[in-house]
């Protein structure tokens, strides 16, 4: 069974870019989350797709926007990118609806 | 709405000494509790979870139990060891059929355990 992985690793970004980060989730799981931890802090809940439709969404401006396909995987694209975007993102899947959710390993992206 | 606090780092012990990181929380209904590592440069592992009042969770040696009158769930393991070194993030989850559930984190508590 495999777990959560994302894509890239890292990446570097120019202030006022566009960015598409990619999301497989772990097999058997319906719902995908995502999570900006900038450096030092805790992880803060971006928004979370349930069947192709967001489900739920915290405090992120509308330039964050996210996807997620008939396969369950996700997207998370930020435009017009800051340097307060500066962070580690982190996709979690779960079987339903959030209950229990498994991280991957996140993206770090540096925008400068 | 739902606020996680973690005690203030970060701590610094040495091998086989007693571990204890203190957690509480402010929810409305009845959240599930989690505490989750990560080492460096790497993403989330969930460490243990409690899902109703009274409950523990345990793992690796690690311990936590649910105390809703304290609106607490600390973090406990009686020696630490050298891999154990991480950072350790206290969260609540909130379920919602209507919405789902969204995971609510503490700042975590950097350890560092030395031989």
């Known amino acids: 069974e495999t777990g959560v992985t994302q894509s890239p690793t890292h990446l570097i970004k120019t202030r006022g870019q566009q960015v598409t980060l990619r999301c497989s989730s772990q097999?058997?799981?319906?719902?995908v989350s995502w999570y900006q931890q900038a450096l030092g802090q805790g992880p803060q809940f971006i928004f979370q797709?349930?069947?192709?439709?967001?489900?739920g969404r915290g405090n992120f401006p509308p330039r964050f926007s996210g996807l997620q396909f008939p396969n369950y995987s996700s997207e998370l694209n930020v435009n017009a990118l800051e340097l307060d975007d500066s962070a580690l993102y982190l996709c979690?899947?779960?079987?339903?609806?959030?209950?229990?959710?498994?991280f991957g390993q996140g993206t770090r992206l540096t925008v400068v | 709405g739902n606020s996680v606090t973690q005690m203030e780092g970060p701590v610094t012990l040495s091998e086989e000494a007693f571990l204890t990181i203190n957690c509480t929380y402010t929810?409305?209904?009845?959240?599930?509790l989690f505490w989750y590592v990560q080492y460096p440069g790497e993403g989330l592992q969930l460490l243990l979870k409690?899902?109703?009042?009274?409950d523990k969770g345990s793992n690796k040696g690690f311990e936590a139990t649910y105390r809703k009158e304290t609106t607490s769930f600390h973090l406990e393991k009686g020696s630490v060891q050298v891999s154990d070194s991480a950072v350790y993030f206290c969260?609540?989850?909130?379920?919602?059929?209507?919405?789902?559930?969204?995971?609510?984190f503490g700042e975590g508590t950097q350890l560092t355990v030395n031989p």
């Open positions: 097999s058997g799981h319906n719902t």
């Open positions: 929810a409305t209904g009845y959240p599930s």
């Open positions: 797709y349930y069947r192709e439709e967001e489900n």
């Open positions: 409690a899902t109703k009042a009274d």
């Open positions: 979690a899947s779960s079987p339903y609806l959030g209950r229990e959710a498994f």
């Open positions: 969260a609540l989850s909130d379920f919602k059929e209507t919405s789902g559930s969204r995971l609510t």
